[in-house]
């Protein structure tokens, strides 16, 4: 499979990955080790909360969804890690059995000025559950390699 | 311990938790499922890549930071959950054998308009590893319960 380098990307490229369905047990096991709040954890806390039962926790969606995205998308760009990530916002909670896909939008391509050899990347990704409910939005940044003639230029 | 409301937020406030060390089998356990680029899961890969070793997938890293807020700060306030969070940066990697604190700061208090129970707070997080390095900053928002005296007000 070709490489995709900074000189590869677009504004307005569009990449549509996942289709994962989430658990029960995998939304309980994640929440227990990194976020026990009861309504991600308590069956009968949830039940009586805002949200009528478990729901994952809103990091274990962006978790899964880097996993959509580096299988979709990262694995087959020249990825040299990100430096951060804007407005990450939860519209909708994520349930057992929910199955998530995302949508990933290029939003800007900028070679760096001070390191030759690489370039910022900027996406949109928005989640949606199989309702076509919207339940994740951020927006990454990507550091990714220049095709070395281009670096060299 | 009495439980922490709105009310009792106030802008400034500051919190200290965590002291937790990231394992080099966490590290790869965590990337492994969420976030398999070579660089977190594959040492050899790694050490020739720009960082130089294995480092956390910025995901795990907020994970921690998030299970460390868990444990010394949302765990006494009644949270109702969150929106979202903004401007998470990873200004330096997190390694194997890193041991990483969080300092919270309560940067705005505001009750909803729409919903007299309750309330948004917003708080800024910085981690630091065991040399003071900063390793990762982001602002988060909170939905917390208002007291039920000051709600029905």
């Known amino acids: ?30 929440a227990r080790e990194f976020d026990p709040q009861s309504f991600h954890v308590d069956e009968e806390a949830a039940r009586h909360s805002l949200y009528g039962g478990i729901i994952a926790s809103g990091w274990h969606t962006a978790a899964i969804c880097m996993r959509m995205i580096v299988d979709g998308l990262t694995s087959q760009v020249v990825s040299l890690g990100s430096p ?5 916002r939860w519209p909708a909670p994520v349930r057992p059995g929910d199955t998530l896909r995302v949508r990933a939008v290029c939003l800007e391509v900028r070679p760096s000025r001070s390191k030759p050899g690489r370039g910022l990347a900027r996406f949109r990704y928005e989640v949606h559950n199989q309702d076509g409910a919207l339940v994740m939005t951020m927006e990454g940044m990507a550091l990714v390699a220049r095709r070395p003639e281009a670096a060299q230029a």
């Open 1 to 30: 499979m070709p490489k995709i380098y900074l000189e590869d990307l677009a504004v307005g490229d569009t990449w549509e990955c996942g289709g994962r369905t989430v658990t029960r047990e995998e939304i309980v096991a994640f």
């Open 84 to 88: 951060g990530v804007d407005a990450i």
